[in-house]
């Protein structure tokens, strides 16, 4: 793992740890800190934790799903989910529409007995109690890769494919 890899990682599973939870109408630090409080927030605190492991140069600003995904497919910033690596920013979709939903970080490769990803993402709940893509707080995953539209391997750049 690339040391910027590992700076993610290590803020992002800080709020996971800290048990960290959103105040009403999705209040977060992570919300504040990006201008745009209430709002769903998984986004933001990947935005966040890029920010302070300085590798938010590695990705455009948004707070939309959607927007990264279209962003790293354009930039040729993707590698196969089942290629996940700790740090690497996944793009997921829990009901097959078609469109990324919820985003989060991989915390380790996929396991090739469950085909399942463990990650740490924030706006989400914790299993089997609510909505994962509009929780109410930072948690440990295990996602299947299924479910897992795309790796946008960022915070990796030695992973990152060539956009020439």
């Given at each position: 793992m690339s040391k910027q890899a590992d700076a993610v990682v290590k803020y992002a599973k800080k709020w996971a740890d800290e048990k960290y939870k959103e105040g009403p109408n999705n209040d977060t630090v992570f919300g504040k800190w990006f201008g745009l409080n209430n709002q769903p927030w998984c986004m933001m605190f990947v935005m966040w934790c890029l920010s302070a492991a300085k590798a938010k140069e590695l990705v455009f600003r948004t707070a939309s799903c959607e927007a990264l995904e279209s962003w790293a497919v354009k930039n040729k910033k993707t590698v196969s989910p089942i290629l996940a690596q700790a740090g690497d920013i996944l793009l997921f979709d829990f009901h097959n529409e078609g469109k990324s939903v919820h985003t989060g970080f991989?915390?380790?490769?996929?396991?090739?007995?469950?085909?399942?990803i463990p990650t740490v993402e924030g706006n989400t709940a914790k299993d089997g109690a609510g909505s994962q893509a509009n929780g109410d707080g930072v948690y440990y995953k295990k996602r299947d890769r299924k479910s897992t539209r795309l790796n946008s391997s960022h915070t990796d750049i030695s992973r990152m494919p060539s956009s020439a």
């Open positions: 991989a915390t380790g490769p996929v396991d090739p007995k469950t085909h399942l």
